[in-house]
């Protein structure tokens, strides 16, 4: 059974700090990674999506990266702000043709 | 353009009774998801649909039924609810499962008395 692991639960961070979020997964035959922001009350959304082919993807002043054979993924996040501050979650779809969430990460940007 | 909208967002209900969760898409997206979200334990798949007139069960499907008469929704439904089945509910769809992103719902919180 996949499971998946993210650390830290819950980070604080000064405005203007470059962070990086952490995502393990047991299983590495998944067909890709998936990183969502949800903010307080409401629903997923969804950041990157790392096909199990790729290395990393980018959106402005994320970065994810994906390293199959390990089971890990890192979020790095550039130049914070507390627009930033949500909590994150990552998810990989394996062979069950499902999704499997992490708990999530809460970041918390400090202005 | 409304995507992924779920009705009611949020209920109580009294132990044994019944209700339904509505998730309406209008992306035209092949798979729909149901999840729920507790504190500690991530998003848990309950159900899910791979095309109009098809479900399937996910990690977490007693107490539960889905349909989708039609592509456009899918349907949650609790028989008799129990105090366990207080939660987040989350619809989901995708345009297929394995390279396409998801797209979730707002989200509907569910308390049973």
């Known amino acids: 059974k996949q499971e998946v692991t993210q650390i830290p639960a819950a980070l604080s961070v000064p405005e203007g700090e470059n962070l990086v979020l952490n995502c393990s997964f047991t299983?590495?035959?998944?067909?890709?990674l998936q990183w969502f922001r949800q903010d307080p009350g409401k629903g997923l959304t969804s950041l990157l999506l790392i096909q199990s082919s790729q290395r990393e993807q980018t959106s402005g002043r994320l970065n994810a990266s994906l390293d199959k054979s390990s089971g890990r993924s890192t979020l790095y996040i550039a130049a914070s702000q507390p627009g930033d501050s949500a909590t994150y979650l990552c998810?990989?779809?394996?062979?069950?043709?499902?999704?499997?969430f992490g708990s999530g990460t809460q970041l918390t940007v400090l202005p | 353009n409304a995507g992924v909208t779920q009705t009611p967002k949020f209920r109580v209900l009294k132990t044994g009774q019944s209700m339904t969760l509505l998730c309406a898409q209008d992306?035209?997206?092949?798979?729909m998801y149901w999840y729920r979200q507790d504190p500690g334990m991530g998003l848990r798949l309950i159900h899910y649909?791979?095309?109009?007139?098809?479900?399937a069960k996910g990690e977490v499907p007693d107490g539960y039924n889905v349909s989708r008469l039609k592509k456009q929704n899918f349907l949650l439904g609790l028989e008799s609810a129990a105090p366990s089945q207080t939660s987040v509910y989350f619809c989901?769809?995708?345009?297929?499962?394995?390279?396409?992103?998801?797209?979730f719902g707002q989200g509907t919180r569910l308390t049973v008395v």
């Open positions: 989901a769809n995708s345009l297929e499962d394995m390279n396409t992103e998801a797209f």
């Open positions: 998810a990989v779809m394996g062979s069950a043709r499902q999704l499997t």
């Open positions: 649909s791979v095309g109009e007139g098809t479900t």
């Open positions: 992306m035209n997206h092949e798979y």
């Open positions: 299983d590495s035959a998944i067909y890709n």
